[in-house]
């Protein structure tokens, strides 16, 4: 960890944070919270209600999926090479014209303001901004696209070896000063969703994904149990209160909380693949031809009907758990999906991430780049923007230190499946402590 051996790499030390976190230990400075997987979980349960903590850890029916998720993770161990020269790594990697320094983008996870009631999805906006990472915003969001953008592009005004990383395609409306994307939830009235795609797209959001697997929410126990949904309290409908198009239409949603998300978010009424044309096409029509990603898919059949209907990537996910109770793991269909597209669209990976070799099997396993969701809402619950920071920079520390000891230099050129074996057991490491939600 000598600070003062650093190469010029072409991504930060981002390992040099393990280091960061020691010297303030001789000093007597402690992390605030643990941030192992399942300690991380169970603390945030102690900091936040008991409905917002139902919201964001609830899974379908008896959390088989949720479970099933993380078990695929143990199912891989990677095949360490010795004696590689990993003293200058390549974490880069490039998405729909974006050149970002880890293959890490903030999940889509809406009703921020249950986690920290003052800044919402403002906080994860600005720390992705620092770090020079995607941050996606979801349409079920507690603050209006345009705020979250501005928060993103402020965390990206002073520079630093990450942010500085990031270089974005030509032509983005607005300029934006860090990557982001938006992700819809469509309901059946087009000129509420081509009003959000504009303000989208005018607010410097260049990527749209398409959630596919979320009409309605899930059978959740924990959310029937506690008779909790949110959206009908009044949160999560600030990005539809901030639509002219939609309060035109439909009236102030202040007054009918129950307006946006069931006219807009989670109806109940499934789209169709015809719709996913006409969406790309809107799109496309409206950007200049910025890329569809369909967020949802987990067979090779529907990741080839994407690319039929002029998809630009998917995203493998199950929503972490949370919509169908036994469903597939995310990463046990990644393989032959990735078999299947053959390099024809991007892949990005969402369901289970907890760690740096997480991440490194979803590459290794042909992902582009994977979502990572609750460990940063986690964070927030532990102090805001602070614990958003430490969560990410500790996943990244991970992710820089497993490149290293495992011996890959490069993420992109040495990382893929001969990296990997598979073995037939596939059980959390610490069976005393209840499975984490994904």
Request: charged share 20%; glycine share 10%; with cysteine.
């Amino acid at each position: 960890m000598d600070p003062h051996q650093k190469c010029k790499s072409p991504s930060p030390a981002y390992s040099l944070y393990q280091r960061e976190i020691f010297l303030a230990g001789a000093k007597g400075i402690n992390p605030s919270f643990s941030i192992e997987p399942e300690k991380l979980e169970i603390s945030a349960k102690q900091k936040l209600t008991g409905a917002a903590f139902s919201y964001v850890a609830a899974t379908a029916g008896s959390g088989w999926t949720e479970r099933a998720n993380r078990e695929a993770f143990y199912h891989w161990r990677i095949i360490p090479r010795a004696l590689e020269d990993t003293c200058c790594r390549d974490l880069t990697v490039c998405l729909f014209g974006h050149r970002i320094p880890a293959p890490v983008i903030f999940a889509p996870i809406g009703l921020n303001s249950f986690y920290d009631c003052c800044g919402g999805e403002t906080i994860p906006a600005k720390i992705a901004g620092e770090l020079g990472l995607p941050y996606c915003l979801s349409t079920a969001a507690s603050c209006s696209i345009e705020n979250v953008a501005a928060a993103n592009d402020f965390g990206a005004l002073v520079k630093n070896d990450s942010n500085s990383v990031w270089r974005g395609p030509s032509g983005t409306h607005g300029h934006p000063k860090a990557p982001r994307f938006f992700q819809l939830y469509m309901g059946h009235d087009d000129e509420v969703t081509l009003s959000l795609l504009n303000r989208a797209w005018t607010s410097g959001y260049d990527v749209l994904m398409f959630t596919v697997d979320a009409w309605q929410t899930g059978w959740a126990s924990e959310a029937i149990d506690n008779a909790s949904y949110p959206f009908y309290e009044g949160k999560g409908n600030d990005i539809g209160l901030s639509d002219a198009v939609f309060v035109k239409k439909h009236g102030d949603c202040k007054t009918d909380t129950t307006k946006w998300v069931d006219h807009h978010v989670y109806h109940g009424k499934a789209h169709i693949w015809e719709k996913v044309r006409w969406l790309v096409w809107q799109w496309r029509h409206i950007t200049g031809g910025r890329p569809v990603v369909l967020k949802g898919i987990l067979s090779a059949h529907d990741a080839l009907k994407a690319l039929e209907y002029g998809c630009d990537g998917i995203v493998v996910s199950n929503h972490g758990g949370r919509q169908i109770d036994g469903e597939t793991a995310s990463l046990d269909v990644l393989p032959e999906i990735v078999e299947a597209v053959k390099g024809r669209m991007t892949i990005l990976f969402d369901s289970g991430i907890r760690t740096g070799s997480d991440i490194f099997k979803a590459v290794a396993l042909g992902a582009d780049a994977v979502l990572v969701g609750r460990p940063w809402v986690y964070g927030m619950a532990h102090g805001g923007e602070r614990g958003v920071r430490h969560v990410m920079k500790s996943l990244l520390a991970d992710l820089d230190i497993t490149m290293t000891l495992a011996g890959y230099k490069s993420l992109k050129l040495d990382v893929n499946a001969s990296a990997l074996r598979w073995h037939p057991t596939g059980t959390s490491p610490s069976a005393t402590v209840p499975c984490c939600k994904l």
